[in-house]
């Protein structure tokens, strides 16, 4: 659904809540100000998607997307590896982790890559999901928190606030903070299909309102300075 230019500022009026010293306030999220700041674009060349192989699990999963794996499999098999489907048969399309949930299985045999990344000619990992999306094979792209990376999104506990925070990774993600930099993009604005995709337009319009604002009164203080 496309909002007009006036239904976009109804709703991010309507959304809106406040800011605070390093966060800002929509709904029942906090969102941290580095959401806003720091400036990321995926420097694919230089990381090799290595957020696919680096971590203590396979990719966070919603509840909401096993059954859309269950559904999606038989049609994202063949864009995978024979060892990543032995591994699937095995231990299942995904595997329940005490510390995080449902995740996506790792093959240990691969420096524990997630079981649907596959590696290019050039050793760039490519998600088996978003290329079976892309091919229209399937509809729907890949899970939710990769797509989001490097904003991770945790959920509030006994009605407390969700968070969306921003957590690139030490020494992978340089080339993409840097490249960020470069092409003057802020990582809510890079993410902005995701970001949607997850919380809704009308949460990303407030957001949006929120990081001009932000930056706006940042450079009034810079400029008194």
Known sequence: QKYSEREKNKAADRTYLCQKPGVIVIDNILVADDVVEKQFVCDLSKCKGGCCEEGDAGAPLDDSELDTILDVYEKVKPYLTPDARKEIERNGKYVYSREFGWVTPTLSSDREICVYGVRDEKGIIKCAFEQAYNDGIIPW???????????????????????????????????????????????????????????GEAFYNALDKAANLHHSSRQKKETKL
């Open 141 to 199: 792209k890949k899970p939710v928190s990769c797509h989001l990376f490097p904003i991770i999104a945790y959920k509030g506990r006994n009605g407390d606030y969700n968070r969306v925070n921003y957590e690139p990774r030490e020494k992978l993600c340089n080339p993409a903070c840097s490249l960020g930099k470069k092409l003057e993009v802020r990582t809510y604005e890079f993410l902005k299909e995701p970001l949607i995709r997850k919380f």
